[in-house]
């Protein structure tokens, strides 16, 4: 039997209740790897939990608020006392509510940096000690392609963020490199998950399926196969790098 290419590592997915995060737990955990469930509602993070370990994976389910610094060091210290160290950290968590930027409170923009950027600091910087110490450590950071798109509108707080997320990325690589961190992100397109349904109408599906070369909808398990490349050895050399994932919509 072929080993599983995470067998042995332990990865903490934020926000991993739902879409991208859930799908990309349930890839570690098929390939090997315990799984934190990091998620602020403990519904989800145990339904997630749940499936994992129907698959005969292990996984811990810890509520975690990302923007809270005392509430990610507790889950950093859980996964440590379970598990025993941490190898990958994927900062996926994140909000997108729409408003028009001449709406906007300072209360909205505090709200969205918080959860979608500033938690990458918080995380990072709870995993880092771990990381460095073991001279190992896969960090991925969920950027998002309207970074690259500048649109679409009401979402000048949300793109700013995922513009930081980038910009993070590519900063943090030059000072943990040295210590053999890589640190990487992606920007994901258009995604075909639960929370989408919410705010897109018909129209704006049509409209992103003219934009895509590929003529699909992206799922999560797609980004998730994207990220575990990053998160494993085939990806050992690229550090502070970018990989934009949208089906051809936006291209470099």
């Known amino acids: 039997m072929c080993a599983k290419r995470f067998e042995g590592k332990i990865a903490i997915v934020t926000g991993a209740g739902l879409g991208i995060g859930r799908a990309t737990a349930l890839e570690f955990a098929k390939q ?10 403990p519904e989800r993070a145990k339904a997630v939990v ?17 923007k809270q610094e005392a509430s990610v060091q507790v ?19 994140g909000i997108y509510p729409r408003k028009s930027w001449e709406e906007m409170t300072t209360a909205d923009w505090d709200l969205m940096q918080d959860v979608n950027l500033k938690s990458c600091f918080f995380c990072s910087k709870a995993v880092y000690p771990t990381m460095k110490q073991n001279r190992y450590g896969k960090i991925i950071n969920i950027s998002s392609v309207t970074f690259l798109l500048a649109a679409p509108a009401k979402l000048v707080h949300y793109i700013a963020s995922k513009g930081g997320i980038v910009g993070f990325t590519r900063s943090l690589a030059r000072e943990v490199g040295e210590h053999n961190i890589n640190v990487n992100a992606l920007t994901p397109g258009a995604i075909n998950t639960e929370e989408e349904h919410k705010f897109l109408m018909p129209q704006d599906v049509d409209y992103f399926m003219s934009q895509q070369s590929l003529k699909r909808r992206i799922l999560p398990v797609d980004i998730a196969r994207v990220i575990l490349f990053l998160a494993s050895e085939e990806s050992s050399a690229m550090t502070g790098q970018t990989l934009n994932v949208d089906g051809g919509w936006y291209m470099q």
């Open 32 to 41: 090997g790897a315990a799984v934190i469930v990091a998620e602020i509602l």
């Open 50 to 66: 749940s499936e994992i370990q129907d698959l005969g994976g292990r996984a811990l389910a810890v509520e975690t608020d990302v």
């Open 75 to 93: 889950m950093v210290q859980r996964t440590l006392q379970e598990f025993g160290s941490v190898h990958i950290l994927v900062n996926n968590a």
